[in-house]
């Protein structure tokens, strides 16, 4: 098989797996399920696709210092909710928000195209948790 079509089939298994989740899955995270498919693949390979799928706009990576990048392959704007227990990130079902832009560019006089918003705090299966313990520390009860 050709370099450039070996190349192809790993970035459309990539974004595949990406499209079928919105678990905003991390780079290992995805690499352990394109393994099941394309036993040989690198973790460098896997991150190199990344950065194409997300330079040419296939996808988005959320990132926040002092985490692993998220990657999400809906590259609509929409909100999310990202949970400090158990770190998961969640689609919101909240319209996006335009007025916003407006009122910066008003004040500012800057060109705003779009606003990124996430939402912290504890997801249902943490406030549920069978494990006190961390739902304590989190609360800063210890
Ligand atoms: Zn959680
Ligand atoms: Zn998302």
Redesign the pocket.
């Known amino acids: 098989m050709s370099t450039v079509h070996r190349n192809t089939k790993q970035k459309e298994a990539i974004l595949r797996i990406l499209k079928g989740t919105?678990s905003?899955p991390t780079a290992d995270c995805i690499y352990e399920q394109v393994r099941r498919e394309i036993p040989n693949i690198s973790l460098g390979t896997v991150y190199r696709n990344l950065r194409l799928l997300k330079q040419e706009g296939n996808i988005l990576e959320l990132s926040l210092a002092g985490s692993f990048s998220r990657f999400?392959a809906?590259t609509k704007n929409?909100y999310?909710f990202r949970c400090e227990l158990c770190g998961r990130?969640f689609?919101l079902d909240e319209p996006v928000d335009k007025e916003i832009d407006k009122r910066v560019a008003r004040k500012t006089g800057f060109t705003v195209t779009q606003h990124r918003l996430e939402f912290r705090g504890l997801c249902i299966d943490c406030q549920r948790s069978d494990s006190p313990e961390s739902l304590k520390k989190y609360l800063g009860l210890t």
């Open positions: 919105t905003h999400d809906n929409h999310h990130i689609d």
